[in-house]
């Protein structure tokens, strides 16, 4: 079967860092994508992870393994703003997605 | 900037009941998706489209059609609405093409949802 696991909320502390992991068995994998979405609106792209290794964005970063199956996002220097959910997406081939249940996070003053 | 826009922010219908949710998009994508999202269970693909007229079933096509007339509109069809279809329906394209090169790993663009109600 298919499947992606993430925690289902976190909290944090603003200024702070989090890291988000996620975990996937696929039949098929392209590559990682996460995206943010925050309450009632449509989820927007952070990155997409091909190779194995962490790639830098600004305050967030995304890390794979494609040997463990694994993968994280983290977030640095934390802002209230950040308060979402952010999913954890499989490209599992072709043009098909699968995603994750999201993990809602909480960021407090 | 990619625009994906859909038909309602909010519908709420009675059970039996034909619904038409709607999605256009403007930036000439060749790949559209239907999902719907509830809590805990992340986004789920119902109906994808690759083409005019092209359709294909996701995860979850029970009790869904579709359909893709022309290139910018994919439309998601409940025939009779049931209290189980009540959830978040999520539309989004991505190209196939862009700069005359296959890039089948791009992101999707998500249309702002549709909040569904069935009574």
């Known amino acids: 079967g298919q499947n992606i696991d993430q925690p289902t909320e976190m909290t944090a502390t603003e200024g702070a860092i989090v890291q988000i992991n996620c975990t996937y068995q696929t039949s098929g994998f392209n590559g990682l994508f996460w995206y943010q979405q925050h309450a009632g609106e449509a989820p927007t792209f952070l990155s997409y992870?091909?190779?194995?290794g962490l790639e830098e964005k600004g305050r967030f970063s995304s890390f794979l393994s494609r040997s463990k199956g694994y993968s994280y996002l983290l977030l640095k220097e934390l802002q209230m703003k950040d308060s979402a959910s952010y999913l954890c997406?499989?490209?599992?081939?072709?043009?098909?997605?699968?995603f994750g249940a999201g993990t809602r996070l909480f960021v407090k003053a | 900037d990619v625009k994906v826009t859909q038909s309602s922010r909010y519908l709420v219908k009675r059970t039996g009941e034909k619904v038409f949710l709607e999605c256009v998009q403007d930036?000439?994508?060749?790949?559209m998706f239907w999902y719907r999202q509830d809590p805990g269970l992340g986004l789920r693909l119902i109906y994808f489209?690759?083409?005019?007229?092209?359709?294909e079933k996701g995860d979850i096509p029970e009790g869904y059609s579709v359909s893709r007339e022309k290139k910018e509109r994919f439309s998601l069809i409940l025939e009779s609405a049931s209290t189980n279809q009540t959830s978040m329906y999520l539309c989004?394209?991505?190209?196939?093409?862009?700069?005359?090169?296959?890039?089948?790993?791009?992101?999707?663009?998500f249309g702002p949802g549709t909040r569904l109600t069935v009574l």
């Open positions: 992870n091909v190779l194995d």
């Open positions: 997406a499989a490209n599992t081939g072709g043009f098909k997605t699968i």
């Open positions: 489209s690759y083409d005019v007229k092209m359709k």
């Open positions: 930036m000439d994508h060749e790949n």
């Open positions: 989004a394209s991505r190209p196939t093409i862009s700069g005359g090169i296959e890039i089948s790993t791009d992101t999707q663009y």
